[in-house]
């Protein structure tokens, strides 16, 4: 199994990234795919999900309306747009895959973002 995250970097406030986690290993489209995000410090924080289907998804409140999760069950990928970046969105994002009504879940090894002018 291997979640490998790719995108991220320094961007300057107000700026857009696109995070991209490609999946392998594991049937993809029978996993709920989500992003989290850490901090030095703090524990992991849920940025936003996915259904296996593709067709709900969920934020948390301070990611509204300013993050976009997707997925491409044909590439096996998550993706993650993120616009209008504050420098309080730095953080380490991790994807993370979890089984359909299970509690089975994988973990990429993370990709840095950092918003600094």
């Not at 989500?34 to 996915?50: D, T």
């Not at 309080?88 to 994807?95: H, Q, S």
């Amino acid at each position: 199994v291997q979640l490998v995250e790719s995108g991220g970097g320094l961007v300057q406030p107000g700026g857009s990234l696109r995070l991209s986690c490609a999946a392998s290993g594991f049937t993809f489209t029978a996993y709920v795919m989500s992003w989290y995000r850490q901090v030095p410090g703090k524990g992991r924080e849920l940025v936003a999900s996915i259904s296996n289907t593709g067709g709900s998804s969920n934020y948390a409140d301070s990611m509204k309306g300013r993050f976009t999760i997707s997925r491409d069950n044909a590439k096996n990928t998550v993706y993650l747009q993120m616009n209008s970046l504050k420098p309080e969105d730095t953080a380490v994002y991790y994807c993370n895959a979890r089984r359909v009504a299970s509690s089975l879940n994988y973990w990429g090894q993370g990709t840095q973002v950092a918003v600094s002018s």
